[in-house]
């Protein structure tokens, strides 16, 4: 069996947009996460979730990212919440910048927190700061156990993974005990939810601890 | 609700290559075919199947694209077949020059069935035309039904959309009816195949078909 490598270089320059982001953030005392995962994996219904645990507790923004279609938007509106759209047109991640654009639709101040839903995919989001206190991770249980060796960077750069569709387990190829030991050899400091949007279960565990960060 | 929008450009001069690499693939009597969908939706199972069902009928090779890891190609290697493992390193897709390079390490003549894994993301590698007679998109129940409309030019440039993981139906929030409507308001040439690599549903009817293209 052969094996071909080839390198990449990272692209550059919205980090220091991000930082610009960051500085906003910091100002109007926002605390800002980064939801990334496959398409599919849950984020929109874990934010739903969230939204619907921490209503009346704090004040949540939500920016969506998605490459067409503003159902997500859509769906987030109706938690009452401030929702900014950016449709990507087949662009594969958000960058800083668009974040930017979408941030002089937002009055920041008084928001506690802001949930960057980025568009679905393990790869591109992984490499580009937005300004946030921190990337979430998502991966659901019918993905199999093997995602974060295949897909590292993106578990490398998160600080918190949230395993999905936990009540699926029982159905599908899916050790969950592998697929936390995967993620913690990539990422040690990694801290791991397991929820099921269908049952809520652990939707109270990662929304006290998000509420925490504010 | 406010909505951002931000044109992109598609990248060039991969198609010149992916021409050369359709000759090479004519000459050799070759059909080529483009395995794409999100991390987990079960690219790698549905290959399994195949090969196996296809086993002593046709001959067949593999190149594997993966970010990183050589998992998927030791799972196929195990069928006896050449395989190539590219690792792009934090690429999020394949392009016509890695495969060709990877096709410097096969023996083409004799081979009725080529078949690319492409990297799991349902955004990316989609403009990229890697020389193949046709994409071949896998999207599973779990990932939901809104998948086409949200990932469009997937959809759109696939020739046969295969539904997995039928199985799970009853237990995800999933339309099946929705999801091939959505997925024929994109693309109404699209051949649609259902499968499950857990009970083998539908994985004979695909081989088949597949095994007459060759």
């Known amino acids: 069996m052969a094996i071909v490598t080839i390198e990449r270089k990272v692209l550059q320059k919205n980090d220091e947009l991000a930082e610009q982001n960051r500085e906003l953030f910091k100002k109007s005392g926002t605390f800002v996460i980064n939801l990334v995962s496959s398409p599919g994996s849950g984020k929109t219904s874990i934010l739903e979730k969230t939204l619907e645990s921490l209503k009346g507790k704090v004040k949540v ?27 990507t047109n087949g662009g594969c991640h958000l960058e800083a910048k668009l974040v930017q654009d979408a941030l002089s639709n937002i009055e920041l101040n008084g928001v506690n927190l802001l949930v960057i839903e980025n568009v679905g995919n393990l790869v591109c989001p992984a490499g580009y700061d937005l300004g946030e206190a921190m990337k979430v991770v998502i991966a659901s249980t019918t993905e199999g156990d093997d995602k974060p060796l295949k897909y590292p960077a993106m578990f ?59």
Chains 1, 2 share one sequence.
């Open 61 to 87: 923004a939500v920016i969506e990212g998605d490459v067409q279609t503003d159902l997500d938007a859509q769906r987030v509106a109706k938690f009452g919440v401030p929702v900014v759209q950016i449709v």
């Open 156 to 214: 490398r750069n998160a600080s918190v993974l949230i395993i999905n569709k936990i009540d699926l387990l029982p159905y599908v190829n899916c050790d969950l005990a592998e697929l936390k030991k995967n993620a913690l050899q990539i990422n040690n400091n990694l801290t791991v939810f397991e929820t099921s949007c269908t049952t809520s279960y652990g939707i109270k565990e990662w929304s006290e601890w998000l509420l925490a960060k504010t």
